[in-house]
């Protein structure tokens, strides 16, 4: 069936609402949902093979790509959590994560395995720390504002050479996601009452506690951690790819029907001023619903800047994507952790990730990385199976635990420091 039919049928539905004219404000929001709910049947029929491609595709980069990636972070994560690792690790990086972040020691392992690993790890991680009561709630919105962010794998490997075909440009895609990272969890610190933690350590004796917690320390039964690290794994992956197939479906629709170029030829009219052409507003529309599809659409758009198209790829990279949010929002329902936050922190993740683009490529010694594009469907890699990416995966997790061990190595060799100078 044609879009007529579709924008016909649609029509009728709105006619049908309106005649039956509620009484009451309360009414209407309660139909909304079972009405998008209809449109979207509706669209699935009239579209109905616009809709089993995407899905298939959705489902293809689950599979392939999603699952052996996130699978070893979330079980390493979830064995690390459950025996006490992680919050023993945290007392000696707290003198470093709570002046730079006012979180916890404890924050710096999803930080290490949210930069590494890629959407949405940080989130994951940050939800295990809520329950687990390492953080309290205003620490747990903070960190989850910086942390969930996208990897190495997919900036370098998919963006710069899967796209562009040239590595430079996700070496500095990556620096800029980084530094924009760090940024928005410098200034999310004053985020939140500036009360004393009830995990904070402040004005003790940080080995002591150290060694406190260590030997305290449970043993746990290898069987049971690791049927249940797995089971838990495995139910938040199956989430993850519902998500994913579900906004992949929705986003091809958006297109297929034209809502996505309606709404950027609006946005066009509205803010001339910001010289943004209507094409370009389409793929950041696209990227603000779901991250790949925006990011591929910008890689082969023609007759604009090199450094606008840089700047708007880091911001969807920042923003990530309602599709990342909704992974997000439905891992940490479980707990009282609030979404708004972290939204508001990923909007500024996305500006301030744009805004170092821009300045770093408008630099003399960043001339070299205009690229030739590599037009076509976008692929994360070709030549990668499952398992490349299951042992890229395994390679990450073991390259944040060294960052992490460095890390802890050189505050607790500062702190040693401090106490042979004291005893003197």
């Known amino acids: 069936m044609s879009l007529y039919a579709f924008v016909a049928l649609t029509a009728m539905l709105l006619i049908a609402l309106y005649n039956f004219k509620p009484t009451s404000v309360i009414y209407l929001k309660r139909l909304m949902v079972p009405i998008v709910c209809i449109i979207f049947i509706l669209s699935l029929i009239i579209f109905s093979s616009t809709a ?68 949405p790890v940080g989130a994951k991680l940050t939800a295990n720390m809520r329950e687990e009561r390492l953080l309290t709630k205003t620490e747990s919105e903070r960190l989850l504002s910086f942390t969930n962010n996208s990897g190495p794998l997919f900036i370098i490997g998919a963006v710069a050479v899967g796209m562009f075909n040239n590595p430079k440009i996700g070496f500095l895609l990556l620096f800029c996601h980084i530094a924009a990272c760090l940024t928005v969890g410098i200034l999310f610190r004053f985020y939140g009452k500036q009360k004393k933690s009830a995990k904070s350590y402040e004005n003790t004796k940080i080995l002591k506690k150290f060694k406190r917690e260590l030997a305290n320390t449970k043993s746990v039964n290898i069987g049971e951690l690791l049927g249940d690290s797995i089971r838990n794994s495995v139910n938040t992956i199956l989430a993850i790819g519902g998500f994913i197939i579900l906004f992949s479906v929705i986003i091809n629709l958006l297109l297929e029907t034209g809502v996505i170029n309606l709404a950027a030829h609006f946005l066009s009219i ?128 073991l390259i944040s635990l060294a960052v992490l061990l460095l890390m802890t190595a050189i505050s607790y060799i500062v702190k040693v420091c401090k106490s042979l100078k004291l005893n003197l």
């Open 52 to 119: 089993v491609e995407s899905a298939s595709k959705g489902l293809n980069l689950w599979l392939n790509v999603v699952f052996p990636s996130l699978f070893p972070f979330f079980v390493a994560s979830e064995i690390l959590y459950r025996t006490g690792f992680i919050k023993t690790l945290g007392i000696l990086l707290e003198p470093i994560m709570r002046p730079l972040f006012n979180v916890p020691g404890c924050g710096s392992f999803a930080l290490a395995m949210g930069i590494t690993s890629g959407y």
């Open 270 to 397: 509205l803010l001339p001023i910001s010289g943004i052409s209507k094409e370009l507003f389409a793929t950041i529309l696209s990227g603000f619903f779901e991250i790949t599809t925006g990011i591929n659409m910008i890689s082969k758009m023609e007759g604009i800047s090199f450094t606008l198209q840089l700047s708007a790829i880091s911001l969807i990279l920042g923003w990530a994507g309602l599709s990342v949010h909704f992974q997000v929002y439905s891992i940490i329902s479980k707990t009282d952790i609030s979404i708004r936050p972290y939204l508001f922190g990923k909007l500024m993740h996305g500006i301030f990730s744009a805004v170092y683009v821009w300045i770093f490529s408008k630099l003399s010694f960043m001339s070299d990385l205009e690229s030739q594009s590599v037009f076509g469907y976008f692929t994360y890699n070709s030549d990668w199976t499952c398992v490349n990416y299951f042992i890229n995966s395994v390679k990450n997790i």
